[in-house]
C-alpha cells in the first residue's frame, strides 16, 4: 500500500508526537493513502498538504485530544497554506455541527474529502469481509467501490464496529507494510476476515 512520506521534521522523535501520529492514524493514514504529506500538530490538529497550495485542518469542536476515545466529531477545512483567511469548511460533525448526525464515523468524512479534486491517486478500492462460522459456512459481504482514503477510513470504521459487538483482534497486517490491509477478529469461536482490496477494471 503506497503511502505519502513521514512529515520532515525533527518532531518525529518526540515521544509524543509519536504517540498522537500513532493514537490517529486512523485519520493520518487514509490522508497518506491519499497521497497527501500528513502530520499532527502538538496542539492537537491534523494537517494534510494537499500540494496545490492548499492544506487541510482535521481537528474537533476542541483541539483533538490525547485519547481518540474523547473525540465528539470531526471537523474539516481546506485552507490556502499562504493565506488562513482563505479557507473552505468542508465537514463538521461535533455535537452542534450540520454533520452531527456522523458523529465520528470516519466513512462520511473521507466521503467528503475524497470528493476534492486534489486526490492524487485515481485508484478505486472495497472493504469486504468475510464472517466464518465454527461449521465452516462462510457468510461475506462488500463495501462500495470507493477512493482510496474513505475505503481505508471504512476499514478502520468496520473494525471499530467489530471491536465495539465484542470481537477480538486476533492478527492485523501493519497497514504501512502490505498492499491489502488485512484484519482477523474472533468471537465465540466464530471468525471474520476484514480486508481492503485493490479493484481491477
Given at each position: 500500500m503506497?503511502?505519502?512520506?513521514?512529515?520532515?521534521?525533527?518532531?518525529?522523535?518526540?515521544?509524543?508526537?509519536?504517540?498522537?501520529?500513532?493514537?490517529?492514524?486512523?485519520?493520518?493514514?487514509?490522508?497518506?493513502?491519499?497521497?497527501?504529506s500528513?502530520?499532527?500538530?502538538?496542539?492537537?490538529?491534523i494537517?494534510?498538504?494537499?500540494?496545490?497550495?492548499?492544506?487541510?485542518?482535521?481537528?474537533?469542536?476542541?483541539?483533538?485530544?490525547?485519547?481518540?476515545?474523547?473525540?465528539?466529531?470531526?471537523?474539516?477545512?481546506?485552507?490556502?497554506?499562504?493565506?488562513?483567511?482563505?479557507?473552505?469548511?468542508?465537514?463538521?460533525?461535533?455535537?452542534d455541527?450540520?454533520?452531527?448526525?456522523?458523529?465520528?464515523?470516519?466513512?462520511?468524512?473521507?466521503?467528503?474529502?475524497?470528493?476534492?479534486?486534489?486526490?492524487?491517486?485515481?485508484?478505486?478500492?472495497?472493504?469486504?469481509?468475510?464472517?466464518?462460522?465454527?461449521?465452516?459456512?462462510?457468510?461475506?459481504?462488500?463495501?462500495?467501490?470507493?477512493?482510496?482514503?474513505?475505503?481505508?477510513?471504512?476499514?478502520?470504521?468496520?473494525?471499530?464496529?467489530?471491536?465495539?459487538?465484542?470481537?477480538?483482534?486476533?492478527?492485523?497486517?501493519?497497514?504501512?507494510?502490505?498492499?491489502?490491509?488485512?484484519?482477523?477478529?474472533?468471537?465465540?469461536?466464530?471468525?471474520?476476515?476484514?480486508?481492503?482490496?485493490?479493484?481491477?477494471?
Amino acid at each position: 500500500m503506497n503511502l505519502a512520506a513521514l512529515p520532515d521534521h525533527n518532531r518525529i522523535n518526540d515521544p509524543l508526537w509519536q504517540k498522537l501520529f500513532y493514537r490517529y492514524r486512523h485519520v493520518i493514514t487514509p490522508l497518506r493513502r491519499n497521497g497527501w504529506s500528513t502530520d499532527i500538530e502538538l496542539d492537537g490538529l491534523i494537517r494534510a498538504d494537499l500540494g496545490d497550495g492548499t492544506e487541510l485542518l482535521i481537528a474537533s469542536n476542541h483541539p483533538l485530544p490525547v485519547d481518540p476515545a474523547d473525540v465528539k466529531g470531526w471537523t474539516v477545512v481546506r485552507q490556502a497554506i499562504s493565506n488562513p483567511d482563505q479557507h473552505t469548511a468542508l465537514y463538521d460533525s461535533t455535537p452542534d455541527g450540520p454533520q452531527s448526525h456522523h458523529g465520528t464515523s470516519l466513512t462520511p468524512m473521507f466521503t467528503r474529502i475524497d470528493a476534492l479534486d486534489a486526490c492524487r491517486t485515481p485508484d478505486r478500492l472495497w472493504v469486504s469481509s468475510s464472517a466464518v462460522t465454527p461449521h465452516g459456512l462462510v457468510h461475506s459481504q462488500r463495501g462500495p467501490l470507493e477512493g482510496p482514503g474513505g475505503a481505508l477510513a471504512r476499514f478502520f470504521d468496520w473494525s471499530r464496529h467489530l471491536v465495539g459487538e465484542g470481537w477480538r483482534l486476533a492478527m492485523a497486517a501493519e497497514q504501512d507494510k502490505v498492499h491489502e490491509p488485512l484484519a482477523i477478529y474472533e468471537r465465540d469461536r466464530y471468525v471474520v476476515l476484514l480486508r481492503l482490496t485493490p479493484h481491477h477494471d
